[in-house]
C-alpha cells in the first residue's frame, strides 16, 4: 500500500487490514523510535518523510522551523500546503523559505501556535 494508505490504517486503527504492511521495517524503526523515546514521538504523518532517510527527514525539519505550517504574507495571502504528500509539503516550504528570505532584515516575524481540538 501507498505510504498515505498506509498512514489512514495507522490513524483510524485498522492494523488487521494492513499487518503486512505494518512489518515493513519503515514502519517498525518508527514504531521502535516512539516507543523509546515516548516525550518526542515521530509523528505518524511524517512516515513519508522519514521513509525517505534520515537525512531528508531532518532537512524537512529544518525547513518548517521558521515558516511551520502556514505563512500569511504582507499581502494577505496565505502559504501552506496543499496536501499532506510529502511532494506537496516540499513545495510549501520552498515558498515559505523563499518569501521569507526576501523579507527586508528589520521587517519583524510573529510565529503563532494554535491547538487543534484533537490533539
Keep these: 500500500p501507498t505510504a498515505a494508505l498506509l498512514l489512514q490504517a495507522i490513524q483510524v486503527g485498522h492494523h488487521h487490514d494492513f499487518a503486512g504492511a505494518l512489518a ?24 513519508e518523510s522519514l521513509q525517505s532517510g534520515f537525512n531528508a527527514y531532518r532537512t524537512l525539519a529544518a525547513l518548517a522551523a521558521v515558516p ?17 504528500r510529502l511532494f506537496d509539503q516540499l513545495r510549501y516550504l520552498h515558498a515559505a523559505n523563499d518569501y521569507i528570505d526576501r523579507l527586508h532584515r528589520d521587517t519583524p ?7 487543534s481540538g484533537s490533539e
Aim: glycine share 6%; charged share 15%.
Design 24 to 47: 515493513q521495517p519503515r514502519v517498525l524503526a518508527m514504531t521502535a523510535y516512539n516507543a523509546a523515546y515516548r516525550q518526542h514521538p515521530i509523528p505518524r504523518a511524517r512516515l
Design 109 to 115: 516575524l510573529v510565529a503563532i501556535t494554535a491547538q
Design 68 to 84: 511551520g505550517d502556514a505563512v500569511a504574507t504582507a499581502d494577505g495571502d496565505l502559504l501552506t500546503t496543499s496536501s499532506g
